[in-house]
């Protein structure tokens, strides 16, 4: 019977097995959808893995004073049943109803979809962003918390030495929502995402899908600043002001990603002032 470090597969029970297995050079596994494909990408599978998947912290979806916590290891599906009703956050719903398909779903975790760093259509990161979240992660060091938009910048720095264990949404966020144009063929990856929320009176509008890692769309918002917000504006000045370079990708090249993003810009807005999304 081989001893712990010769083990393939750990189950980790605790956040410190977790961080111990990592500083061991073990992968992070999580609900697999992601690492189980490496070989259809080419690559190659990790030979040592932990599974953080009975980690109790991790599964955890709460409402704290000023924030909602959400554990890296929550399912799409989970994510779903636990804030439903949480009209503010109808955005981040939204994302995690729309990704992928539903067998997938229900495996698939929060913390994966965040720390894939090859994935670009990840539909929690602008989702995120856009509220203004914040990711917890598990150092050498201790705990540390870090804003959305600097965690997905500097992934694969961090994630060589950290464990992300959840993240924290403002109750600040009054109304948001989220909207792709998926590509069925492409297996429901969205070509673009334009993700919105209004926290404590300002707009924030996120892109995903369309350059490599998710980011704020800050030229848009300061247009719109102290205008009334309407579809029709919002989608005229995201023509004018359409600054990204798209990627190119099976599901779609980089010039239609960009063409698309005045269109999704428009039925994002009509969602957020109308409550809705999808």
Known sequence: MPGIAEQRLILAET????????????????????????PVRGQVMPERLVSVGRIAALNRVGAEAEEYVIGAAVTHVALVEALRNVQQLAGLVAAAVSSANPAVRRVATLGGNLCCVDFAASDFAPALLACGAHVE?????????????????????????????????????????????????????????????????????????????????TALEQALHGQKLTPELAAELAATLNDFRGRDGIEAVGWYRREVLPALVRRCTAALLSGESK
């Open 15 to 38: 956040i410190e097995q977790a961080r111990e297995a990592l500083r061991q050079g073990r992968a992070v596994l999580a609900g697999g959808t992601w690492l189980m494909r490496a």
């Open 137 to 217: 992660l598990e150092t050498a060091q201790g705990a540390a918390t870090l804003p959305m938009s600097e965690f997905l910048a500097r992934r694969a720095e961090l994630l060589s030495q950290a464990l992300l264990t959840g993240v924290r949404v403002p109750r600040s966020v009054e109304r948001s929502a989220h909207q792709r144009l998926p590509m069925r063929k492409a297996g429901d990856y969205p070509v673009a995402i334009v993700s919105m929320a209004i926290c404590d009176g300002e707009l924030r509008i996120a892109v995903g899908s369309v350059e490599p890692v998710a980011r704020r769309w």
